[in-house]
T-cell receptor, first 115, second 118 residues
Framework: AQSVTQLDSQVPVFEEAPVELRCNYS??????LFWYVQYPNQGLQLLLK??????LVESINGFEAEFNKSQTSFHLRKPSVHISDTAEYFC?????????????FGTGTKLQVIP | GAVVSQHPSWVICKSGTSVKIECRSL??????MFWYRQFPKQSLMLMAT?????????EQGVEKDKFLINHASLTLSTLTVTSAHPEDSSFYIC??????????????FGPGTRLTVL
């Protein structure tokens, strides 16, 4: 079975500073990796995903994540955060294909951007 | 594209009543939908996987008689919380998988339904 670990439950950071949200996973088979963002009282929105190919993936709002197979990590980074980035971020791993595909979520990291 | 809606967005009910939550894929067909539950300040916990035209697959510890799931069409799955109690109060989120090949390995999430049982 796969698992996801997000070590940091909360990350405060000043506006325009860089940030890294850590995510490590465990799986005995190949995985697909995702980062989702959740704003208060809302559902999850996909931020970026790694399915195959280039290990560095980017989102449209400046976030990027790099798949590191040897370290089983998929850390999320942004060089300069904005107040609007304040939200909770969930790392997720998916294995399998075809009829059944289970997604396992990490416990989330609350990013608090301080003005 | 790939929009998933949920209805209602929030509901308050009395203890002992049943509540139905709908999950719809608006612009794609979803043979598989998932139901999650999220407690305050916690991650999403998968409750069940719903396959169109067949019985749902429940995760360990989830009472199938308590949380009835029906996936009668390619665009609609429903979750009914039967005889709801205050401990069932939670944020319920559904997701759907697009099987068209466009985003095969991605799940699209609904906005969630907040259930409060008094």
């Amino acid at each position: 079975a796969q698992s996801v670990t997000q070590l940091d439950s909360q990350v405060p950071v000043f506006e325009e500073a860089p940030v890294e949200l850590r995510c490590n996973y465990s799986s005995s088979v190949s995985v697909y990796l995702f980062w989702y963002v959740q704003y208060p009282n809302q559902g999850l929105q996909l931020l970026l995903k790694y399915l195959s190919g280039s290990t560095l993936v980017e989102s449209i709002n400046g976030f990027e994540a790099e798949f590191n197979k040897s370290q089983t990590s998929f850390h999320l980074r942004k060089p300069s955060v904005h107040i609007s980035d304040t939200a909770e971020y969930f790392c997720a791993v998916s294995v399998g294909s075809g009829g059944y595909q289970k997604v396992t979520f990490g416990t989330g990291t609350k990013l608090q951007v301080i003005p | 594209g790939a929009v998933v809606s949920q209805h209602p967005s929030w509901v308050i009910c009395k203890s002992g009543t049943s509540v139905k939550i709908e999950c719809r894929s608006l612009d794609f067909q979803a043979t598989t939908m998932f139901w999650y539950r999220q407690f305050p300040k916690q991650s999403l916990m998968l409750m069940a996987t719903s396959n169109e035209g067949s019985k749902a697959t429940y995760e360990q510890g989830v009472e199938k008689d308590k949380f009835l799931i029906n996936h009668a069409s390619l665009t609609l799955s429903t979750l009914t919380v039967t005889s709801a109690h205050p401990e069932d109060s939670s944020f319920y989120i559904c997701s759907a998988r697009d099987h068209s090949g466009r985003s095969y390995n991605e799940q699209f999430f609904g906005p969630g339904t907040r259930l409060t049982v008094l």
